[in-house]
């Protein structure tokens, strides 16, 4: 058997059904073969042979301003892309224009949790630590209060202005997470949000009254107390923002896709961080997400190359991740050179691996850091047009 590829209505179809004796060119010069119909016909013949079709959608794609590949002379369908996701400050009419020329899906990058820049003209929203203090930044990340109303408004309009402004394929939400650093070897992992309007929640979810004059005491008996059920209201508040932004995406049109960019850590790593302190439950996300992006950028978080390929295997293992409500799951990979150089050999390698089962589809961070390294270039040229 050997995987072949035939281009249909614009996209490409992979199919791995044919003995290696059977030559596609025959079919393929034959005016049958440009009938969806018969088309349909040989695909559902190929899985009900007990082979499969695999990755009829594989998306290939760039993360960042994918426009620096323009300015570095080359072109998407050149180089075997098929989709880019593009920061929401990177966004234009003129990428849009372009990018559809190109016949490229166009995903947008939209920050959830940031908080940096709303927190100058709104300190109402910001986290609230154990000891009752506004919490630190976190390395170069600030996050904010998800409870905070106003805040949730805010998003919700920059979203639907981003939905009325272009043309898009989907919206993949970025740092959603609680306040905390999780892209450096040294993670930092504050508690919060310890400020009155989430404690005031929690007590209604919980249908409980936190006791305690002053936010450190409320704290301290709340972790000591009621940790687990703290834990899990955290991660609903998470999964009622992806709920209420799904809803705006689809507002605009229900063929969009909402995708979310998590921490790669696994549920057992750094005491559980993943959920108890960012308050990830990925088997929640995965009933409101359309596609899982874990970030497996091993050499920024000083893990081995095999780190993309362990991870994936994990993935296929959880029952959350299989069947057909499952979402799809597209890793994003280190491309950068941070903190030192990045081989294109493990380039190679990172992009192979995200590529393993259960994933349907990869992109590298970022466009811009490998616009102008040609070794990558080829590496991911020579990845991209060999799957098509
Ligand atoms: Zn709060």
Request: with cysteine; proline share 6%; hydrophobic share 45%.
């Amino acid at each position: 058997m050997e995987a072949r590829f035939l281009s249909v209505a614009g996209g490409y179809q992979r199919l791995e059904c044919l003995p290696l004796s059977m030559s596609f060119s025959g079919y393929i010069t034959g005016p049958l073969l440009r009938n969806r119909l018969f088309f349909m016909v040989l695909l559902v013949s190929c899985s009900g042979a007990g082979t499969s079709v695999q990755q009829p959608d594989l998306i290939k794609g760039v993360y960042g301003n994918p426009a620096a590949l323009w300015e570095a002379g080359y072109d998407f369908p050149g180089l075997g892309i098929n989709a880019v996701f593009v920061r929401a400050v990177s966004l234009s009419p003129e990428f849009v224009k372009r990018a559809r020329a190109e016949q490229v899906k166009v995903f947008v990058e939209f920050p959830v949790l940031n908080g940096k820049t709303y927190l100058q003209a709104h300190p109402e929203a910001w986290p609230i630590t154990a000891s009752g203090e506004r919490a630190e930044p976190a390395d170069w990340f600030m996050g904010i209060c998800p409870t905070d109303t106003a805040f949730k408004s805010h998003r919700v309009r920059e979203l639907s202005g981003i939905l009325t402004d272009y043309s898009v394929d989907g919206i993949f939400l970025d740092y959603f997470h609680w306040h905390a650093q999780f892209e450096t070897p040294a993670p930092i992992l504050p508690e919060t949000c310890f400020c009155n309007r989430c404690i005031g929640l929690f007590e209604q979810y919980g249908a409980l009254r936190v006791p305690g004059s002053s936010t450190s005491e409320r704290a301290a008996w709340i972790l000591a107390e009621q940790d687990s059920l703290w834990r899990k209201w955290r991660s609903a508040v998470l999964l009622d923002w992806a709920t209420t932004l799904k809803q705006v995406i689809q507002a605009d049109s229900d063929s969009l896709m909402m995708g979310i960019f998590h921490c790669g850590w696994l549920p057992h790593e750094h005491k559980g961080a993943l959920y108890k302190n960012l308050g990830i439950d990925l088997p929640a996300l995965a009933t409101v997400a359309d596609v899982l992006s874990p970030m497996l950028f091993h050499q920024m978080k000083n893990r081995p190359v095999s780190w993309v390929a362990d991870y994936m295997a994990w993935l296929g293992q959880q029952p959350w991740a299989g069947g057909i409500s499952a979402p799809k799951f597209w890793p994003i990979v280190q491309g950068n050179d941070q903190p030192s150089k990045l081989s294109a050999a493990s380039f190679d390698t990172v992009l192979r691996a995200a590529l393993k089962d259960p994933s349907s589809g990869v992109m590298p961070f970022s466009a811009e850091s490998i616009a102008g390294d040609s070794a990558k270039l080829s590496v991911l040229r020579k990845l991209y047009i060999a799957n098509r």
